[in-house]
């Protein structure tokens, strides 16, 4: 054989070796190695994204049909239920992430942390939108109490994806509920609709 084009043959052998091993090394955590439900609540945080919400639902039902305790799927099933107006499924979803975790988190869980603070801060922006102001912020508050940093509003990127600059943030809206709670109740102004609906959810 040539040298010249045993040296190709070789380069191209390696670089397709190279290829098969970086795609196992990174595909393999997705799709072979990771727990049961995380490829279905993968597929449902996509359809959250578009907005197409009963199809997110069905795959984060999928996701709980496999894993039961799946955190992730439980929030993405709540906020599903939550932004398709379906309000009393979203609350009894949010309030079981609560209940469950709330009662089982290990002190070393900061992803359970994560998640607790995402909830309460979740079912906070559904009881503002149904105008239960006080309850809202008892959750937000007790969102930031638990982690603060995981409820602090979308990073750089989401912000430019959304063309949502200043969005509404779980400490910005609760500061303006103490505010105004602070006031005589005739000159309280609880909702701004279009500050209000700049809020995003909390999915860890």
């Known amino acids: 054989m040539n040298a010249a084009v045993f040296r190709r043959f070789a ?3 390696a670089a397709i070796a190279f290829a098969l091993v970086t795609v196992w090394v ?23 994204t578009d907005r197409k919400w009963d199809e997110a639902l069905e795959r ?17 099933r709540a906020i599903a239920y939550l932004q398709s107006g379906r309000l009393g499924e979203a609350e009894a979803a949010f309030s ?27 079912r906070g922006i ?25 409820v ?6 989401d912000r430019i994806l959304y063309g949502n600059a200043q969005p509404s943030t779980v400490a910005k809206r609760a500061a303006y509920l103490e ?8 000159r309280r102004l609880l909702r701004v609709p279009e500050l209000d609906d700049r809020q ?3 999915k860890p």
């Open 11 to 13: 380069v191209l052998l």
């Open 26 to 48: 990174v595909v393999r955590p997705y799709f072979f190695d990771a727990p049961a439900g995380d490829y279905e609540t993968r597929q449902g945080d996509i359809l959250l």
């Open 60 to 76: 984060f039902s999928a996701a709980i049909a496999v894993s039961p305790q799946h955190r992730g799927a439980w929030m993405g």
């Open 96 to 122: 079981r992430i609560i209940d469950g975790l709330g009662a089982t988190l290990a002190a070393d869980d900061a992803t359970g942390r994560a998640v607790l603070a995402g909830a309460y801060a979740n």
């Open 126 to 150: 559904l009881y503002d939108r149904e105008g239960r102001f006080q309850e809202a912020l008892a959750d937000y508050r007790r969102a930031l109490a638990i982690d603060a940093a995981a």
């Open 152 to 157: 602090e509003g979308p990073g750089v990127m």
């Open 179 to 186: 505010a105004q709670f602070a006031l005589p109740e005739n």
């Open 200 to 202: 995003r959810m909390h």
